[in-house]
């Protein structure tokens, strides 16, 4: 089965610094990834998504990720943090059981950027 | 581009009530999919729709739920004699067809509250 973890509940940055947040994942086969970001009472929005290709992926607002094959880690980073990015983070993976590409989520890092 | 559509954004209701909450998705996604979010939790697959077509339930989704899209555009969510476990937001998502490698669109979601 597919699944994906977020270790940490919460992670803590100034703001100017760089910020990362960690998912590990757990795939048959290559791994379809995404980074999804929530505001308070908002649906996600969609960051970026690793399917194939470079290692580092862009996305929007700055944020990449780093796909990591040996680690099966997919880490969210960004060089220097805004107080803005204050928010609900979740990583995904798509489920390949099937054929509806439904989406398989971790339990969410809440990032909190002091000013 | 107006993006995924929810209504009503929040209902609060009794126990036993059955309540209706509709999703528009982006006018030329033909999937659609819908996800329960508790707090705390990352989102959990409900149901999917290709087109009008719902090919896959969650275990997730008892006989109280029923899920329709029936022309192919907008869905309908029903939860019948609700209890207090629905609590919940109900997120919509919508993506184009063809590959499946296309993000997931989110909606704001339904906060259902169950008094």
């Given at each position: 089965?597919?699944?994906?973890a977020?270790?940490?509940?919460?992670?803590n940055?100034?703001?100017?610094n760089?910020?990362?947040?960690?998912?590990?994942?757990?795939v048959?086969?290559?791994?379809?990834?995404?980074?999804?970001v929530?505001?308070?009472?908002?649906?996600?929005?969609?960051?970026?998504?690793?399917?194939?290709?470079?290692?580092?992926?862009?996305g929007?607002y700055g944020?990449?990720?780093?796909?990591?094959?040996?680690?099966?880690?997919f880490?969210?980073k960004?060089?220097s943090?805004?107080?803005?990015?204050?928010?609900?983070?979740f990583?995904?993976?798509?489920?390949?059981?099937?054929?509806?590409?439904?989406l398989?989520f971790?339990t969410?890092?809440?990032?909190?950027?002091q000013? | 581009?107006?993006?995924?559509?929810?209504?009503?954004?929040h209902?609060?209701t009794?126990?036993?009530?059955n309540?209706?909450?509709?999703?528009d998705?982006?006018s030329?996604?033909?999937?659609?999919?819908w996800?329960?979010q508790?707090?705390?939790?990352?989102?959990e697959?409900?149901?999917?729709?290709q087109?009008?077509?719902?090919?896959?339930?969650?275990?997730?989704?008892?006989?109280?739920?029923s899920?329709e899209?029936?022309?192919?555009?907008?869905?309908?969510?029903?939860?019948?004699?609700?209890?207090?476990?629905?609590?919940?937001?109900?997120?919509?998502?919508?993506?184009?067809?063809?590959?499946?490698?296309?993000p997931?669109?989110?909606?704001?979601g339904?906060?259902?509250?169950?008094?």
């Open positions: 089965a597919q699944s994906v977020q270790p940490e509940d919460q992670v940055v100034a703001e100017g760089p910020l990362t947040v960690k998912c590990t994942y757990s048959s086969g290559n791994p379809y990834l995404f980074w999804y929530q505001y308070p009472n908002r649906g996600l929005q969609f960051l970026l998504k690793y399917i194939t290709g470079d290692n580092l992926v862009k929007s944020f990449e990720a780093e796909f990591n094959k040996s680690q099966t880690s880490h969210l960004k060089p943090a805004l107080v803005s990015d204050s928010a609900l983070y990583c995904a993976v798509r489920d390949r059981g099937g054929a509806t590409n439904k398989i971790g969410g890092t809440l990032l909190a950027v000013p | 581009d107006t993006g995924v559509s929810q209504d009503p954004r209902k609060i009794k126990r036993g009530q309540v209706t909450f509709r999703c998705p982006i030329e996604h033909n999937r659609l999919y996800y329960r508790t707090l705390g939790q990352g989102p697959f409900l149901t999917y729709f087109n009008e077509a719902q090919l896959e339930k969650s275990r997730l989704l008892s006989d109280r739920f899920a899209r029936p022309k192919g555009s907008f869905s309908t969510l029903e939860i019948q004699r609700t209890e207090q476990g629905d609590s919940a937001m109900y997120l919509c998502a919508s993506s184009l067809d063809g590959t499946s490698n296309q997931q669109h989110f909606g704001d339904t906060r259902l509250s169950i008094l």
